[in-house]
Every structure is written in C-alpha cells, then in structure tokens.
C-alpha cells in the first residue's frame, strides 16, 4: 500500500514542485528587471542633465565670444577713430604737449 502513495506523491508533488520553482525564478526576474530599469532610468536622468550643463556652458561660451567680438569691433573703432591723430602727432613732435606726469 505505500508505493501507490509514493507513486501519487510524486506525480502530485512533481508538477507542484516544478510550478513553484517556475514561480521563484519569474519572480527573481521580475526583480532583475525592475532593478536594470530602475538603473536605466538613472542613467538616461544622468545623461540629460549633463546633456543640460553642456548645453547651458555652451549658451555662456557663445555670450562670451559673442562679447569678446563686440569688444574686439569696439576696440578696433578706436584706434580708426584716433589714427589721424596718432599720424598728426609723428608728423609734428614738437607741438605736442607733455603729459602731466613727464619731466624732461
């Protein structure tokens, strides 16, 4: 009488066994991926905010240059600007007036 119930137990116990062992490692990966995608999500939240500070740096870089150009055009205005000066006082040393801190 006992190999009719160890027959049944493991015909019983064999597909229950494989269930629940089918039933651990879907749940192990369903926590495998809820952790890849929490990681990825991380990530691509990296990715974008250093996406953000370069495209911040970049705006400030461009202002700069954007600055420097006007300076530089400026600049440039002013010395056309005072060039026949410059020339009238190589021409004719003599008149010029010395500054307020030369001695001679």
């Known amino acids: 009488m006992m190999f009719p119930l160890i027959a049944i137990g493991v015909a019983v116990g064999a597909p229950v066994g494989w269930r629940i062992a089918g039933s651990k490692a879907r749940a192990e990966l369903r926590r495998e991926l809820a952790w890849a995608r929490a990681q990825m999500r991380r990530e691509v939240r990296h990715w974008q905010e250093a996406a953000a500070r370069a495209t911040a740096e970049a705006a400030r870089v461009a202002r700069e240059a954007q600055a420097f150009k006007d300076g530089c055009k ?31």
């Open 74 to 104: 400026h600049g440039r205005e002013d010395v056309i600007s005072i060039m026949p000066l410059l020339v009238a006082a190589q021409q004719n040393p003599a008149e010029e007036a010395p500054a307020s801190g030369d001695r001679m």
